[in-house]
C-alpha cells in the first residue's frame, strides 16, 4: 500500500517554486531567499488530539498542519513548506489516508505551503501525524516569548474556551494577522494559545523574567465556553473554561501601552484584538477583578 500511496501524493501534491527538488528523492531541496529559515514540529495522536473514528479524517489532516502554522505565526514568520509523517493503524484504509492528506492539502493551498516530503509507516497502535513546518523570518525577524517586559499591554487575538466544541478542528490560524501587525506595529513578544490562555500566559511571563495580571472582564470569551458551561455548570464558569480549555490557538502579543492603543484601534483586519491586561516587574500571575482587586491566578490549561 506505501508504493500506491506515495505515487498517489507524488501525482496530487502540486510542484512549488520553492522546493525544486521535492517528493520522490530522499530528501527535499528547499530555495530560500533569506538563507534563513523557522523550523516547528508538532505530533497528533489519535485519542489525544481526535477521535480517528468519530470525525472526517480530512479535519485531522487539516488540523495536523495548522497547529505547525500556528507555531509559526507566533514567531511571525511566513510558512513555506511542510514534511508530513503518518504511522497509520494496519487496519486503516488507503482511503482514509488520502483523505487526511486532502485536508492537509487544503489547509497547505490555503496559505502557500508546499509539502515537500514525509514518510508513512503502519503499526498495530492508534493513528499519529507528525508535521515539521518550516517558515522564513520576514525583514524585522521573528518575535520571542522572551521579549516582553514590565509595563507591556497584554494583547490577544480571537476569544477563548469551548474548542473542544469543534473549534480545535476548524480554527484557522493567525498567520496574516502575526505577519501583518509584525510588519506595521513594534511587537516586544508573542506566543499561540494551545494549552490554555492562563497557562501560556505564564510561560511568555516566565520567559520574559516577569509577571502578569489579567483582566477578568476583558477576556475575550466564545459562545463555546457559555455553552460549556450551561452543559456542565461544575466544569467551570465561562471564565474558567476561558482561561484554561486549550487549543484555541489565538494569540498573546505583548508591545506598549501606545502601540496596544493604535493596534486595537486598527480595523484592517477582521480578527478582533483586546488588551487583557499588563506585564509586571514582579513574577506570578493575577487576576484583576472589575472592582480593581487582584488574586493570584493558578494557571491551568492541558499539561502534556
Known amino acids: 500500500m506505501e508504493s500506491e500511496f506515495v505515487n498517489w501524493l507524488r501525482a496530487r501534491v502540486p510542484s512549488h517554486p520553492l522546493v525544486p527538488i521535492g517528493i520522490g528523492d530522499d530528501a527535499a531541496l528547499l530555495s ?5 529559515c523557522v523550523v516547528t514540529s508538532d505530533m497528533l495522536m489519535d ?4 477521535v480517528l473514528n468519530d470525525c ?20 511571525a514568520a511566513k510558512p513555506v513548506a511542510a514534511i508530513v509523517s503518518l504511522a497509520v493503524p494496519t487496519d486503516v ?6 483523505m487526511i492528506y486532502e485536508g492537509v492539502l487544503e489547509m497547505a493551498d490555503e496559505f502557500g505551503v508546499a509539502l515537500a516530503g514525509g514518510d508513512t509507516n ?3 497502535h492508534p493513528l499519529a501525524i507528525s508535521v515539521t513546518a518550516i517558515g522564513e523570518p520576514t525583514k524585522r525577524g521573528v518575535l520571542m516569548r522572551g521579549g516582553a517586559r514590565a509595563g507591556d499591554v497584554i494583547l490577544v487575538t480571537g476569544q477563548f474556551g469551548g474548542s473542544i466544541l469543534g473549534r480545535h478542528f476548524d480554527f484557522r490560524p493567525r498567520v496574516e494577522e502575526a505577519l501583518y501587525l509584525h510588519s506595521r506595529y513594534e511587537l516586544h513578544g508573542a506566543m499561540d494559545v494551545s494549552d490554555g490562555l492562563s497557562l501560556d500566559l505564564n510561560r511568555l511571563a516566565r520567559e520574559s523574567a516577569c509577571g502578569a495580571i489579567l483582566d477578568a472582564s476583558q477576556v475575550p470569551i466564545s459562545a463555546d465556553a457559555y455553552r460549556l458551561s450551561e452543559q456542565n455548570p461544575a466544569k467551570g464558569s465561562p471564565l474558567d473554561h476561558a482561561l484554561g480549555d486549550g487549543e484555541d490557538f489565538e494569540l498573546i502579543i505583548a508591545t506598549s501601552p501606545e502601540t496596544a492603543e493604535q493596534i486595537v484601534a486598527d480595523r484592517s483586519f477582521g480578527v478582533p484584538v483586546t488588551r487583557v491586561g499588563e506585564f509586571i516587574a514582579d513574577p506570578g500571575l493575577w487576576l484583576r477583578s472589575a472592582t480593581g482587586e487582584c488574586h493570584p491566578l493558578t494557571p491551568h490549561g492541558y499539561e502534556h
Open 47 to 50: 485519542g489525544v488530539d481526535f
Open 56 to 75: 472526517d479524517p480530512r479535519r485531522i489532516g487539516r488540523k495536523s498542519l495548522a497547529v505547525n502554522l500556528s507555531d509559526l505565526a507566533a514567531m
Open 93 to 98: 484504509s488507503l482511503e482514509v489516508m488520502k
Open 32 to 36: 530560500l531567499a533569506s538563507g534563513k
Open 122 to 124: 503502519s503499526w498495530k
